[in-house]
């Protein structure tokens, strides 16, 4: 009798192993599955969010206002290079905002003008440059036009000849 006790209690430990494995494995699945799924998107959290994000969306795009800015050839280097930049963009700001930023558009090219005269040819060059120009841009334009009347720089045709 003492045999069959000993060998339960050696079954039983490897049992309760087998068990805890198992279960770790499916809660780790689980877990991996449910991430993997809000990452994706499949699961929606907070319904009411998406219909929020869809009214003010739409809203926002009615109040959206673009003003261009006249295309400016721009000379690089030195005069014997001739290179040149045609750089184009456009204007994100507010419809109640667009005519005093058309207004200011004589010092908003003058500003990007000499920003752009003053950037290396090298650095124009660089692959990320736009991403950095155009930050730059911005920030100029927000200082000539105030920061709340401007939200964003378009760049549109940015070609180095």
């Known amino acids: 009798m003492s045999e069959t006790a000993s060998s339960d209690n050696d079954e039983t ?54 003003v261009p800015i006249p295309p400016l050839v721009i000379s690089l280097g030195a005069a014997e290079e001739g290179r040149h930049l045609r750089f184009v963009a456009q204007i994100e700001t507010s419809r109640t905002g667009t005519a005093e930023v058309e207004h200011l558009m004589p010092r908003i090219v003058d500003v990007i003008n000499g920003y752009l005269r003053a950037v290396e040819v090298a650095q124009l060059e660089d692959p990320s440059a736009l991403i950095r120009l155009r930050a730059q841009i911005l920030r100029r334009v927000q200082m000539v036009t105030g920061p709340d009347q401007v939200r964003d720089v378009l760049i549109t045709e940015f070609v180095l000849s």
């Open 13 to 66: 430990p490897k049992r309760v192993q087998k068990r805890l494995l198992i279960t770790g494995l499916v809660a780790l699945m689980a877990a991996g599955g449910a991430f993997g799924a809000t990452y994706l998107g499949l699961l929606p959290l907070g319904g009411s969010q998406e219909q929020g994000q869809g009214e003010s969306g739409a809203k926002l795009l009615a109040e959206l206002g673009f």
